[in-house]
């Protein structure tokens, strides 16, 4: 079984300044990793995802995130947020050769203040 | 353009009330999830489908119930509803997994849902 941990319910930061958002995981097999966003009154929207090969996954609107296998952890990052930016991120796990259900963290809430 | 809609985006019933949120995808995918999502909470899979006449539930127990008679329609359904069934509803569909893919998930963009 996999589990998901968001260590950060909210994160405050300022316009063009650089953001990053934690997560951790545990899994007995090998993982794809997801990063989500969510905007106010949507669905949710993937941000990128980590399958195999290169460690540093780039995804849409500038972010990305670095898969690190022996400390677990799949953090997103940013060199610099615009008001945009403010939304919902979740991280999710699923296991290699599982069924596919994916494993959803609590989310954490970006907030990009002026 | 291949997507995935549910309606209604917002719903207030009252108790007792019969519902049924609709899901729809264009996108040919085997695999539907519903997903149950309270603020500040991660998302919680109430039901899954592999294809047509196939349903499974998911790690949260739901009083929801589900059904795939076609492909591309996978609609749930509360009975009776209850003041603690208010929630956020999301839909979600992936192709069939195959070795070696991974299971991106497409998301709908929800059914907020009211009881009182």
């Known amino acids: 079984a996999q589990s998901v941990t968001q260590l950060d319910s909210q994160v405050p930061v300022f316009e063009e300044a650089p953001v990053e958002l934690r997560c951790n995981y545990s899994?007995?097999?090998?993982?794809?990793l997801f990063w989500y966003v969510q905007y106010p009154n949507q669905g949710l929207q993937l941000l990128l995802k980590?399958?195999?090969?290169?460690?540093l996954v780039k995804g849409i609107n500038g972010f990305e995130a670095e898969f690190n296998k022996s400390q677990t952890s799949f953090h997103l990052r940013k060199p610099s947020v615009h008001i945009s930016d403010t939304a919902e991120y979740f991280c999710?796990?699923?296991?290699?050769?599982?069924?596919?259900?994916?494993?959803f963290g609590k989310g954490t809430k970006l907030s990009v203040k002026p | 353009e291949a997507d995935i809609y549910q309606t209604p985006r917002y719903l207030v019933i009252g108790t007792g009330k019969k519902i049924t949120l609709e899901c729809s995808q264009t996108?040919?995918?085997?695999?539907m999830y519903w997903y149950q999502q309270d603020p500040g909470m991660e998302l919680h899979l109430i039901h899954y489908?592999?294809?047509?006449?196939?349903?499974e539930k998911g790690d949260l127990s739901s009083e929801s119930t589900v059904s795939r008679i076609r492909t591309e329609h996978f609609p749930l359904t509360l009975e009776s509803a209850r003041p603690s069934h208010t929630s956020q509803y999301l839909c979600?569909?992936?192709?069939?997994?195959?070795?070696?893919?991974?299971?991106?998930?497409?998301f709908g963009p929800g059914t907020r849902l009211t009881v009182l």
């Open positions: 979600a569909s992936s192709a069939m997994l195959l070795a070696g893919t991974d299971n991106e998930q497409f």
């Open positions: 899994s007995s097999v090998s993982v794809y």
């Open positions: 980590y399958l195999s090969g290169s460690t």
């Open positions: 999710a796990v699923s296991g290699v050769g599982s069924q596919g259900n994916l494993i």
């Open positions: 996108m040919g995918h085997d695999k």
């Open positions: 489908s592999y294809g047509v006449n196939s349903t």
